[in-house]
């Protein structure tokens, strides 16, 4: 079983990408340490520097993600930005405001970047939905309750454990899952 950092202060996300990564053989060791993350709506540019800094700090094989949510009635904003937006608004506004644009859709995307120590590698994964008029489920994990994915009636909130079936989330940690069985 191969053990590998992932760069994490969320104990949801830590705890969703052990179980998503555990058919690829891979043991995650959550390393709950913050690390200032440049503010920016380009996500890769975002990752690149947060793995980079993850590795520098821990000088071993890490890796890191950003999930955020492009909204088409903002042109693809918040983005990389998305935690700056949720602070502020938090679910019921976040809902308002987009009810108040000309599209309630959204992409939701994970973007994951792994540093082994030769190379940096980037994976994404991502789902389009739609932001309900009101939140719902549980808002434990960050706007979970505000993201209903195409096909589904329910927020992942609603949908538990469910949400890791299809979420943004697993489909950038099965690209890494697969690059990491290639390298064994």
């Avoid at 793995?51 to 990389?80: C, D, I, Y």
Wanted: hydrophobic residues 40%; aromatic residues 8%; proline residues 4%.
């Amino acid at each position: 079983m191969k053990e590998l950092r992932f760069l994490s202060a969320n104990p949801h996300k830590v705890r969703e990408v052990e179980e998503l990564l555990a058919p690829f053989d891979v043991k995650v060791v959550g390393v709950a340490r913050k690390i200032e993350e440049i503010q920016s709506d380009d996500v890769e540019l975002l990752v690149r520097d947060k793995a980079v800094k993850a590795f520098a700090s821990l000088g071993r094989p890490v890796f890191v993600e950003h999930t955020g949510l492009e909204l088409v009635g903002l042109n693809g904003l918040p983005g990389g930005l998305t935690q700056v937006f949720w602070d502020r608004l938090e679910a019921d506004r976040f809902c308002t405001l987009v009810h108040g644009l000309s599209s309630a859709e959204v992409v939701a995307r994970t973007t994951v970047g792994y540093c082994d120590g030769r190379q940096l590698h980037f994976f994404d994964g991502s789902i389009e939905g739609t932001v309900p008029a009101t939140p719902r489920g549980s808002r434990d994990f960050q706007w979970d309750c505000v993201f209903i994915p195409t096909g589904e009636s329910r927020t992942f909130a609603e949908m538990g454990t469910e949400k890791n079936l299809v979420s943004m989330r697993r489909r950038a940690m099965d690209a890494l899952g697969a690059h990491l069985r290639s390298r064994a």
